[in-house]
């Protein structure tokens, strides 16, 4: 609750965001956070100016997975080291996961996709808006 409120934005989390978005690669926000926690996460992105988008508060993983799914998700970036390992090595879901590293995620790292900070995102979509990687700086 209060920790939800409280939290600080991954660095680079704002700029990046908004530099997917006007590419046209950001689908939206999904999160395993209980869903009766929406408004207070909402509020938390609108807050920090994360761009618009649709807000999903899954409450766990299978509900995160349905979600990927619904929406026909090709990539999802995650701190959950178990949640990106679920995604590389079950067949419920087709996402890919990319992992932002962080002590909590080091032991779930296996055959994991993984990035140091959220500015490299943008180099490993170069091919979808164009071959630019460095504009979200």
């Given at each position: 609750p209060t920790v939800y409120a409280t939290a600080?934005?991954?660095?680079?989390?704002?700029?990046?965001?908004?530099?997917?978005?006007?590419?046209?690669?950001?689908?939206?926000?999904?999160?395993?956070r209980p869903i009766h926690f929406q408004k207070l996460t909402q509020g938390w992105l609108d807050m920090w100016n994360f761009p618009k988008a649709t807000l999903h508060c899954t409450g766990g993983a299978d509900a995160k997975v349905r979600i990927l799914n619904f929406i026909h998700a090709t990539h999802i970036v995650e701190d959950s080291g178990e949640f990106a390992q679920r995604l590389v090595t079950g067949a419920d879901c087709m996402a890919v996961p990319i992992l932002i590293e962080r002590s909590y995620n080091k032991n779930h790292r296996e055959g994991?996709?993984?990035?140091?900070?959220?500015?490299?995102?943008?180099?490993?979509?170069a091919d979808s808006f164009g071959g630019e990687k460095n504009d979200a700086k």
């Open positions: 600080l934005p991954i660095d680079g989390a704002v700029v990046v965001t908004n530099f997917l978005q006007q590419k046209g690669v950001l689908g939206g926000y999904i999160s395993a994991v996709k993984t990035i140091r900070t959220l500015f490299e995102l943008p180099a490993l979509f």
